[in-house]
């Protein structure tokens, strides 16, 4: 971690002044080398500090009192920013303080720079002592251990601002506030968080905070208020406190909020309901205990500033998001799931997925494994495990299940009468219970040499009412602390180069990957619905999510039921299906979970598996890039997808599969651009060139493809 005495005094008079950018510099999402992050002033604004990369900029005024006077989306030219609201604001022991801000805004529809010389301090409990600025801080540290994963910047390069804030008055509680924002190279993400240090020499409890709020500009002007609602501005916001859901949204609902704002009286809805306010506030506590010298650390949030509306481009922005600020998302180990975890069946699964080129084996739900036996026979039983699997190339790993099932009545969630948990039942992570079997995963992962955890039923946002919990005193701070717990375990995970699978947002936590889009009774259909449900999931799934983010499924034996037609043993009684499974997913970069005893029964379903494993292998470097949508699957005719890494010696993939009984041959238009291909490439049948082709004038190809039944054709494009 980057410490405090790499900070350095900010002076805004020496700044040098901000610099403009060309409409002529590349697009980021091709080359991002020269969006540099700067501090710097705006020499219209007297006594401004400006933290921009040419992509977003925040513009702060420093008298009065310190305020947010503009977020603009540079390249577009567009104001984001409407009105002027605190920074931060905390109550402590029931009493609210306000960091920064600035009162008096005649009309807040926008924000005019002559309005500024007659504002006012928002509050003036609390004032702005110092800025200081230094680099980027890790927000965890990273072991990385998978090294097919591009290599990657961590953390990444950029500028920390940060204000320092204390009390105007020496009969206020005693504290320092420090409001920090970062900002990335080559990314319209800017991220803030809050620290209160307890300076005095008595306790205080922190009840609740707001880490940012701010007045937007909305959407869309709906006059009315029908059963629709307008959309929230056009950005992308979530945080590091996110639980309870698979996409962004459902996860960070409890502490991003959408509101309407009682300030922009001049707004077009009649009933003045346009929700264009953000609010970034944990809904429950966090009732924190601060003793003299204590820290609190708040989340961290994202705001991700789209330059347009487009759907496949504003998703490219959030993958590209994910790769800066949570680079170990892209971390994509084969894996496969053991059925039984006894040792002959292990040993065979080893030597198989050694055999085929795959690199994780997975001790699965149902096996026998038993991560909470942490009794030394079992952990040397495991060690020996893991020290077959790394004599082979692999990694080794197991399930857990956390909620979703009931310990005891003193250990499980309590909830008001009439209130049931998420999952119908789950433990309380500060209960006596929690806090073992936290230390039983400590020591598991100390001992055991196992690199993986897939955890189950991973918290999902259950307060707990119990006053008898060791780890939470109350209903207020027991959400906070429960996700405290589970989240610095994941952080200690991810220093330890442990891989976490988790159905669950916990990627800006340390998590891997989480489900891609899944219904596990899906996997007991037929096998022809089963493939089709493959590409359907991986195309919905990554609009916004990389495609190393989720997992798939592919039921060697049966998994929910099904019987015989939904399973996949006998192997060698349905190659073509297993292939298909396996190329629709590794098609898109994505891995699924083999779940079964074993990968291959007879040497030409061997062949099989390993051919298909090579094959991507060799393409890996664009098969992992990103998803560009094409044509859904729907069973009717051919659906396709392409995989774009503009920085890759392959700078495309096109992947079409056909799900019809007969060949099929058709001409197609596919879009390049985000390939980074402008005039002209060569493009390859699999290993086999067809030759050059020209790209139009909107970065467009005219490519006839041939698909043969019930099949898969992929297309490779080189500069």
């Not at 198989?352 to 026998?368: K, N, P, R, T, Y």
Request: aromatic share 12%.
């Amino acid at each position: 971690m980057v410490g405090y005495s790499q900070m350095e005094p900010v002076r805004a008079e020496v700044l040098p002044p901000e610099k403009a950018y060309a409409i002529t510099n590349p697009d980021w999402l091709l080359d991002a080398t020269p969006f540099r992050t700067s501090l710097c002033r705006d020499t219209s604004i007297p006594n401004t500090v400006v933290l921009t990369n040419g992509l977003i900029r925040r513009a702060f005024l420093l008298g009065p009192d310190l305020a947010t006077i503009a977020l603009d989306q540079v390249p577009s030219n567009t104001a984001l920013l409407r009105g002027i609201y605190p920074e931060a604001s905390l109550t402590i022991d029931g009493e609210v303080f306000q960091a920064g801000g600035l009162s008096g805004q005649p009309n807040y529809a926008y924000l005019d720079k002559e309005w500024l010389k007659s504002l006012k301090p928002w509050q003036q409990k609390i004032k702005l002592k110092s800025i200081t600025t230094g680099p980027i801080e890790a927000s965890m540290d990273w072991k990385q251990v998978r090294h097919h994963a591009p290599n990657t910047n961590w953390p990444p390069p950029g500028i920390h601002l940060e204000m320092n804030y204390g009390p105007a008055d020496p009969d206020l509680p005693m504290f320092e506030l420090r409001v920090h924002y970062e900002m990335y190279d080559g990314i319209p993400v800017i991220c803030k968080w809050i620290s209160l240090i307890n300076t005095g020499d008595t306790s205080f409890t922190l009840n609740h905070f707001t880490s940012e709020m701010l007045a937007l500009v909305e959407y869309g002007s709906r006059v009315d208020n029908r059963q629709y609602e307008t959309p929230h501005p056009n950005l992308h916001v979530e945080t590091d406190y996110a639980f309870g859901g698979m996409m962004d949204d459902d996860a960070n609902h409890h502490i991003v909020h959408w509101e309407t704002d009682s300030l922009y009286t001049s707004q077009v809805n009649y009933l003045r309901q346009n929700k264009c306010f953000l609010r970034v506030s944990p809904e429950i506590g966090p009732e924190q205990v601060l003793s003299p010298l204590d820290t609190f650390h708040s989340q961290r949030t994202y705001l991700l500033a789209f330059d347009g509306f487009d759907r496949e481009r504003n998703g490219l922005a959030q993958r590209r998001m994910y790769r800066t600020i949570a680079p170990w998302t892209t971390e994509n180990p084969l894996m496969m799931h053991v059925r039984f975890a006894d040792w002959p069946q292990v040993k065979i699964a080893i030597d198989q997925c050694a055999d085929a080129g795959f690199e994780m084996v997975i001790l699965s739900f149902g096996s026998g494994f038993n991560i909470e036996d942490t009794s030394r026979t079992y952990l040397d039983s495991m060690r020996l495990f893991a020290e077959y699997a790394h004599s082979k190339g692999l990694e080794i790993g197991g399930y857990s299940l956390l909620a979703s099932r009931s310990i005891s009545p003193k250990d499980d969630v309590q909830l008001p009468p009439g209130q049931t948990p998420i999952f119908g039942h789950s433990p309380c992570l500060e209960s006596q219970w929690g806090l073992d079997y936290f230390a039983q995963l400590y020591r598991f992962y100390s001992k055991s040499g196992f690199t993986l955890l897939e955890h189950d039923g991973s918290y999902p946002g259950d307060p707990c009412f119990s006053s008898s919990h060791p780890g939470h005193r109350s209903y207020l701070d027991s959400r906070w602390n429960q996700f405290s717990t589970i989240s610095s375990f994941y952080k200690w995970c991810r220093a330890q180069g442990i891989y976490l699978n988790i159905p669950d947002y916990y990627y800006l936590s340390g998590g891997n990957k989480s489900g891609m889009g899944y219904r596990e009774v899906n996997w007991s259909l037929p096998r022809e619905q089963q493939v089709i449900h493959t590409r359907q999931n991986i195309f919905d799934g990554t609009w916004t999510k990389l495609t190393s983010m989720g997992w798939m499924f592919v039921p060697l034996t049966e998994y929910q039921g099904g019987g015989a037609q939904a399973t996949i043993e006998p192997l060698h009684e349905h190659l073509e299906h297993y292939q298909n499974m396996m190329l629709s997913n590794l098609g898109a970069g994505v891995q699924a979970c083999y779940r079964g005893p074993r990968l291959y029964d007879t040497e030409e379903t061997r062949r099989m598996v390993k051919n298909s494993v090579s094959w991507f292998k060799m393409h890996r470097e664009v098969l992992e890039g990103d998803l560009i949508h094409l044509r859904r699957a729907d069973d009717r005719d051919i659906d396709y997808w392409l995989m774009v890494n503009p920085k890759g010696r392959e700078k495309a993939a096109l992947m079409v599969f056909n799900p019809l009984p007969e060949p099929v041959r058709k001409t197609l238009r596919i879009p390049m651009y985000y390939s980074g291909l402008s005039n002209h490439s060569r493009c390859y049948l699999d290993t086999r060139l067809i030759g050059d082709m020209l790209l139009d004038r909107d970065y467009q190809i005219k490519l006839t493809v041939e698909v043969p039944a019930k099949g898969w054709s992929a297309y490779f494009f080189t500069e």
